[in-house]
């Protein structure tokens, strides 16, 4: 990340005074990352004033980051962002059939969703690739700690200490590095990916966990008279993950539920939750099916991506492909 960046005040900014600087520190915004990945009705609540104006002060934050080279300029030729793009960094899922699916592994600036009925491997893939994040790139890592927001309360250290040990890596490090951040409610949610550049930069954080994005929502809006307050609190949640994504170089994965069509006489009556706002922003869209003791991954949604399928296994060694069986297959776990 560019020094001058990290060194830059937010005083140093144009339209930014001693009283507006004080607003967004107490607001925990406390750097130029931070206001680049801020929305501006949330700056309106914290300083108050126009809608436009807070729009000015965003604006000017990516322009910094733009001349710093860490954002695209507004236009530039196709092949400028394709040379970009073979410098993304793309950390192994832990299983060779699940990373050819996505093109070599979990991508770096974007939001990867994985959804599916439970006992599918959701949390099993997230507890994986706690342990892969933090292997070397010549091994197909992202040499980073990972940030595991569990919503759940399904995150175990103890299976990530097994994967980790029946890999080869020593199980207590790679605990150090996996920051855990348990969440209560919706609110607390919100605040977490708030502020959560500001712990990507402590820890040094390559991948960002977020098991699962819409449990709390789901569970605290109901029926349809919420529907709307609900959407638009996820639409806000999920671009600013995506800013965060882009803005720190950072892999975003997300665990999404399910929910049933009773109107589906056809083929399979499961669907994501979240509706089109969780289907509009995140990158990649992958469902995960049983297929007996093995787990069938099927790419819905994809820029880029062949729509395909392909099949994995849980294992002690945590997600793998089926011929390799590290251990012996674990099929009770989630």
Not at 164 to 181: F, H, N, S, T
Not at 294 to 304: F, H, N
């Amino acid at each position: 990340m560019a020094q001058s960046i990290l060194d830059a005040e937010l005083g140093d900014l144009e339209g930014i005074g001693p009283a507006t600087e004080k607003k967004l520190r107490d607001a925990g915004v406390e750097s130029v990352l931070d206001l680049a990945v801020a929305l501006p009705e949330e700056l309106v609540e914290v300083i108050g004033g126009s809608k436009e104006n807070a729009s000015a002060l965003i604006f000017t934050a990516h322009r910094m980051l733009k001349e710093s080279g860490l954002l695209d300029k507004d236009f530039i030729p196709a092949i400028e962002a394709y040379q970009r793009r073979q410098t993304m960094l793309r950390c192994t899922t832990g299983s060779q059939n699940l990373d050819d699916l996505l093109k070599g592994g979990i991508e770096s600036q974007a939001i990867t969703e994985v959804w599916g009925d439970y006992g599918t491997g959701k949390s099993q893939l997230c507890h994986t690739v706690c342990v892969t994040a933090q292997m070397p790139s010549a091994k197909r890592g992202f040499a980073g700690s990972v940030v595991y927001i569990d919503s759940e309360g399904t995150f175990r250290p103890e299976r990530v200490y097994q994967i980790a040990q029946a890999r080869g890596l020593d199980p207590e490090e790679v605990l150090k590095r996996v920051i855990v951040c348990k969440v209560y409610n919706s609110p607390h949610l919100e605040l977490v990916i708030r502020n959560l550049g500001k712990y990507i930069e402590k820890f040094d954080a390559k991948l960002v966990v977020v098991d699962s994005i819409i449990s709390l929502h789901r569970a605290e809006f109901l029926g349809r008279g919420t529907l709307a307050e609900r959407q638009q609190r996820l639409n806000r949640l999920v671009h600013r993950l995506l800013r965060i994504a882009e803005i720190y170089n950072v892999a975003i994965l997300v665990t999404n539920q399910v929910q049933a069509q009773p109107d589906a006489f056809i083929g399979d009556p499961t669907k994501p939750a979240g509706g089109h706002i969780l289907a509009h922003a995140c990158t990649y869209r992958i469902y995960l099916r049983k297929a007996g003791q093995q787990r069938l991954a099927i790419m819905v949604d994809s820029p880029y991506h062949p729509y395909s399928q392909t099949n994995f296994a849980i294992t002690e060694g945590g997600i793998d492909d089926p011929e390799i069986k590290r251990n012996g297959p674990v099929d009770s776990v989630k």
